[in-house]
């Protein structure tokens, strides 16, 4: 069984107080940043993974980095895991960008199992890659799911056999579960 945990990053500042500076380089809040650590102690809980992956901007990068430094591994950015920048589509229409992020990511999916076979991975993305990737899997492997939406710092853990997802297991924000 092959395990992809799909994180949401953390907490970043918001788009409208970094209006005017490059997206991919909004960082983490203070906030966030504690997530981040949360996020790898609950990870490391089960073992520590095999590889890191990310969306190549900073918010997701930053929200990797304490499990990077627990584990020794690499965060490896990857194109795949990143919000829409420019849809590379002439069709404009509102189901054109979630249907190319959830392609793009189950390319994604696709060259993990191959690599990971039987491992566990992380993998770091942002709030409209995971619906787009997680309703396509529920979609194509016949699953059932009551959410496909995360909210900053929770994660899916995506479980896959034979190249096909078995099971999509919901996994809140650590601190979700602290506090409630």
Same mark, same amino acid.
């Given at each position: 069984?092959?395990?992809?945990?799909?994180?949401?990053? &953390?907490?970043?500042?918001?788009?409208?107080?970094?209006?005017?500076?490059?997206?991919?380089?909004?960082?983490?809040?203070?906030?966030?940043?504690?997530?981040?650590?949360?996020?790898?102690?609950?990870?490391?809980? =089960?073992?520590?993974?095999?590889?890191?992956?990310? =969306?190549?901007?900073?918010?997701?990068?930053?929200?990797?980095?304490?499990?990077?430094?627990?584990?020794?591994?690499?965060?490896?950015?990857?194109?795949?895991?990143?919000?829409?920048?420019?849809?590379?589509?002439?069709?404009?229409?509102?189901?054109? &960008?979630?249907?190319?992020?959830? *392609?793009?990511?189950?390319?994604?999916?696709?060259?993990?199992?191959?690599?990971?076979?039987?491992?566990?991975?992380?993998?770091?993305?942002? *709030?409209?890659?995971?619906?787009?990737?997680?309703?396509?899997?529920?979609?194509?492997?016949?699953?059932?799911?009551?959410?496909?939406?995360?909210?900053? *710092?929770? $994660? /899916?853990?995506?479980? /896959?056999?034979? *190249? $096909?997802?078995? &099971?999509?297991?919901?996994?809140?924000?650590?601190?979700?579960?602290?506090?409630?």
């Amino acid at each position: 069984m092959t395990v992809i945990e799909l994180v949401r990053h &953390a907490k970043a500042h918001s788009r409208d107080r970094w209006w005017g500076k490059p997206d991919r380089d909004r960082p983490l809040t203070a906030e966030g940043t504690d997530q981040s650590r949360w996020l790898a102690r609950d990870l490391l809980r =089960s073992g520590p993974p095999v590889a890191l992956y990310s =969306s190549p901007f900073t918010r997701c990068l930053q929200t990797l980095e304490p499990l990077a430094a627990s584990t020794g591994l690499p965060v490896l950015p990857d194109d795949a895991l990143g919000e829409v920048t420019a849809l590379p589509l002439l069709d404009d229409d509102a189901w054109s &960008a979630p249907a190319w992020l959830g *392609g793009r990511a189950l390319g994604f999916v696709d060259r993990v199992l191959a690599e990971h076979p039987d491992d566990r991975v992380v993998a770091c993305t942002h *709030g409209d890659v995971v619906p787009a990737l997680v309703a396509l899997l529920v979609g194509r492997d016949g699953l059932a799911a009551d959410q496909v939406r995360l909210k900053k *710092g929770a $994660r /899916f853990a995506l479980s /896959f056999k034979d *190249g $096909r997802c078995v &099971a999509v297991d919901h996994v809140p924000a650590p601190v979700e579960r602290t506090r409630g």
